[in-house]
């Protein structure tokens, strides 16, 4: 599993969050049964940087706080049967690791919304990265049935790791 992280903002983060992501990436793709090894790609930002990101790729002219960009567009949620082994393009040539996509997340908007929910900062980003990596697995929010999915996976992934509303 490959993990690239970039961070375009002088936020502190006073944790090792490089191995929090690679907890929630690892364990997400096991719950999900991911038969491959995987390439995300995370960039941490501020909420200036993913207003534009966001007006840029959505036309939504506000902030959010995280944003998904699978690189896989699933028949069905979860299954890998659309991956193409013989397609060079959903891999990568060095490492073979399937590329999955790319997350990109507002350290402000999640500190914030930390605040707000009162849960820990590192709770929040967990999650952030749980509800995105199941966007990049295919799954989605726009539908009931599909938010009632996604928010009982997020719940179980985060439980499944020890991440709770209370974790510290």
Request: charged share 30%; glycine share 2%.
């Amino acid at each position: 599993m490959t993990i690239n992280i970039d961070k375009e903002t002088e936020l502190l983060m006073d944790f090792d969050f490089k191995s929090l992501f690679e907890k929630v990436i690892e364990y997400a793709s096991d719950f999900v049964c991911c038969p491959y090894e995987i390439n995300v790609n995370i960039l941490l930002t501020d909420d200036e940087n993913i207003h534009s990101i966001n007006l840029e790729t959505r036309d939504i002219d506000r902030p959010t706080d995280v944003l998904s960009f699978p690189m896989i567009e699933y028949d069905i949620p979860g299954n890998f049967n659309v991956i193409d082994e013989n397609d060079i393009t959903m891999f990568d040539l060095e490492t073979g690791e399937l590329l999955l996509g790319d997350i990109v997340i507002s350290l402000e908007t999640a500190l914030r919304q930390a605040e707000e929910y009162n849960h820990s900062y590192v709770r929040e980003l967990a999650f952030l990265c749980v509800h995105s990596m199941l966007h990049l697995f295919g799954y989605d929010h726009m539908e009931n049935d599909e938010r009632i999915v996604m928010e009982k996976m997020q719940k179980e992934i985060l439980e499944g790791i020890n991440i709770t509303r209370d974790y510290e």
